[in-house]
Each structure stands twice: as C-alpha cells, then as structure tokens.
C-alpha cells in the first residue's frame, strides 16, 4: 500500500488540459518540494517528466507542467495528445523508512 | 549517449539463485547511484534499494531487506541485484535507474534501464 494516493484514472480528449493529483503528508509531499513524476507507456521503462515539483527535464514537452499546494503536488497536461495515454507515477522524497516512496500510479487515456 | 543496459529475461524455479546485470555507458559510472525498482505484473512502482558504485556502499526498502542484495563493480560500470532464494512472488519487471543527483537527498531517476522480467514458477 503507497503512502501517497493518486487518482485510479484520469481522462480527457484531445487538445483538453487534465491534471493528475499526487496526494501525501508532512512526511514527504507537503514537507518537501522533492516531488517527481514519471509517465510509464505500455511495455516501457518509466520516463522523467517533473522533478523538484515542477522542473522539466530537458527534451519533455512543455506541455507538461508540475505544481504543489500543501500536502497535494499536481501533473497538468496541457493540449493533450493521443501519445499521452499512459500511466504517470509520482515520486517523493520521505523521512519515513525509505528514502522514496512512489505513488500507486493514474491511467491516463484520451477519449 | 547515456544508458543503462540491462541483463535478458530470466526463468527460474523456486529456490534458486539468481543475479541481474545493469551496464552503464555515456557517463561516469562512478559518480550517480543506481537504484533497483520492481513492478510486480499489472502494479506499480517499488523502490528496492539503491548502491554507489564509487564503494558499494548500499542500503534496501525495508520491504527487501534481507530478500535481496545490490552490488557493483565500477570497474566494468555494472551494479547487480541477486536473489540466493528465488519465490513464486519474485515474478515482476526489474528496472535499474540512475540517481539524478549526486548531492541532494531526492531520489530523482533521470535515466532508466529497459528492464529484465523475472519469471518465478515450478
């Protein structure tokens, strides 16, 4: 069982803007800005999206961007794409007793 | 270009032992750390544990602790994540990924390997 929470699904149609919800506590989202998010295509290794809440990579679309509110750090993908249907997972730094717990990951399709 | 490669698919019996590679090339090996995720069929994401090849030095999700042993040889650039006693459970998707950071205390994997299925059954 994660110690963040996400949502099972999110949808949306093309060229719509959807945000995925990565949820924790004082412990790990909302004491820390070391929140990642990782989009995870059928078959594939996860790929790098966000880290430190809302630092892209290089090479990611600006499409995708990171926020935090509290304990909540948010995944916005704007003008969606059929390529974006995948699973995202978010990551965070914890005090707990790892050092990184991930998210029990969001399906993410395109209608 | 940077990347982790890792070892072919395994079947294995209850039991026995087993040890997967992840080769890095492109960067000093030496200098991020490699973690091992897993991710059991139809699951998610676990975090296993994680090595500095510059001394071996490594430490383990509780949830692995014992179960498991993570290893590298920086001289061939390559870390390792061993089982002595295989189980039925230990079926799931292995990825090597490389720490972003070298001094920040966020597990941040910006490059990952393809992944080594392990295939446990009788």
């Known amino acids: 069982q994660s110690a963040l929470t996400q949502p099972a699904s999110v949808s949306g149609s093309p060229g719509q803007s959807i945000t995925i919800s990565c949820t924790g506590t004082s412990s790990d989202v909302g004491g820390y800005n070391y929140v990642s998010w990782y989009q995870q295509h059928p078959g594939k290794a996860p790929k790098l999206m966000i880290y430190d809440v809302s630092n892209r990579p290089s090479g990611v679309s600006n499409r995708f961007s990171g926020s935090k509110s509290g304990y909540t750090a948010s995944l916005t993908i704007s003008g969606l794409q059929a390529e974006d249907e995948a699973d995202y997972y978010c990551s965070s730094y914890t005090t707990t007793s790892t050092p990184i717990v991930f998210g029990p990951g969001t399906k993410v399709t395109v209608l | 270009e940077v990347q982790l490669v890792q070892s072919g698919a395994e079947v294995k019996k209850p039991g026995e032992s087993l040890r997967i590679s992840c080769k890095g090339s492109?960067?000093?090996?030496?200098?991020?750390?490699i973690s091992w995720v897993r991710q059991m069929p139809g699951k998610g994401l676990e975090w296993m544990g994680r090595?500095?090849?510059?001394?071996?030095?490594?430490n383990y999700s509780p949830s692995f602790q014992g179960h498991v042993t993570i290893s590298a040889d920086k001289s061939i650039s390559t870390a390792y994540l061993q089982w002595s006693s295989l189980k039925a459970s230990d079926t799931a998707m292995y990825y090597c990924?490389?720490?972003?950071?070298?001094?920040?205390?966020?597990?941040?994997?910006?490059?990952w390997g393809q992944g080594t299925m392990v295939t446990v059954s009788s």
């Open positions: 990924a490389r720490r972003k950071y070298s001094s920040s205390p966020n597990d941040v994997f910006d490059i």
């Open positions: 492109g960067y000093s090996f030496t200098t991020y750390w």
């Open positions: 090595v500095d090849p510059s001394d071996s030095y490594s």
